[in-house]
């Protein structure tokens, strides 16, 4: 099924559901330009994820959705105010969703996970998701191992919802490539750091529009909770301290999410976390996210109507 249909929008293009970036503005502007827009509710408590979900609903009249991050200890909490708040489309990350399935279906809503892994894949379409977002290694942020071009047409195979195509799309040759893998939409982040609605220190918008391929790196890995993150002082010291395998797993983890707040709200070059994909090397102008959307579908084969 085509996600323009089940999603009620005019572009197959979702935002990630980026953690502290992922704000209302963030979330109505990619709505309104056509695509579906997600409050990233990521490490905030359910009820500033429900002033968030309000004041998104004051911006756009169009769907947009809400990006559960499941790591978080509002995660449950937040399950709830996305039915209280007649949510539409609910993404989440970092986990396991099959405990709250049932509850959301109920609700009507739909429900959208992601997943870095088949067998993720077949345990979530028998738990009742409507479609996934099948996210390869090039994302941004928390991530899995295997890379897009391989593990989108496995999951493909492997399901029979439509699959959405994140990790590494940044232009229309993204989209066109994960239609030919048999995907129905693509989920895009890292490109949306370089607008202008996206709500970041410009610091960070200036790191990834000056990134190049090379300039990601996976921290995190040895703790179980690998995340992609623009080169800088602090990766590598990050890099350095769990090199032997002898940092506590408290010590890390106060590292990186006190780092990315420093990141995108002081735009701290040394010491924030700057998590972005490697398609950041593909990001070279800051433009407005309706120019983004626009540029990704109507360049692509499948707006000509030669693909999908
Ligand atoms: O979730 C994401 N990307 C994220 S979440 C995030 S906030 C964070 N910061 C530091 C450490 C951890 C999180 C920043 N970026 N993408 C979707 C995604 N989900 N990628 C990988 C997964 C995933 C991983 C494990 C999904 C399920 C899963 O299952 C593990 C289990 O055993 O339940």
Known sequence: MDIRDLLHIKYPIIQGGMANIATHQLAAAVSNAGGLGLVGAGGWDAERVRDEIRKTKALTNNPFGVNIMLMSPHAAAISDVVVEEGVKVVTTGAGNPGIYMEKWKAAGIIVIPVVPS?????????????ALVVEGTEAGGHI???T???LVPQIVDAVNIPVIAAGGVADHRGLDAAYVLGAKGVQIGTVLLASYECPIHENYKNMVLKAKDTDTVVTG?????????LKNKMAREYLNLTKYGNASLEELEKLTLGSLRKAVFDGDLDGGSFMAGQSAGLVNELRSVEDILKDIFENSLVYKGILG
């Open 144 to 146: 899995g191992e295997i």
């Open 221 to 229: 890995r040895q703790t179980g909770a690998p995340v992609r993150v």
């Open 118 to 130: 088949v067998a993720y894949a077949k345990r979530l379409e028998r738990a009742g998701a409507d």
């Open 148 to 150: 897009t071009m391989t």
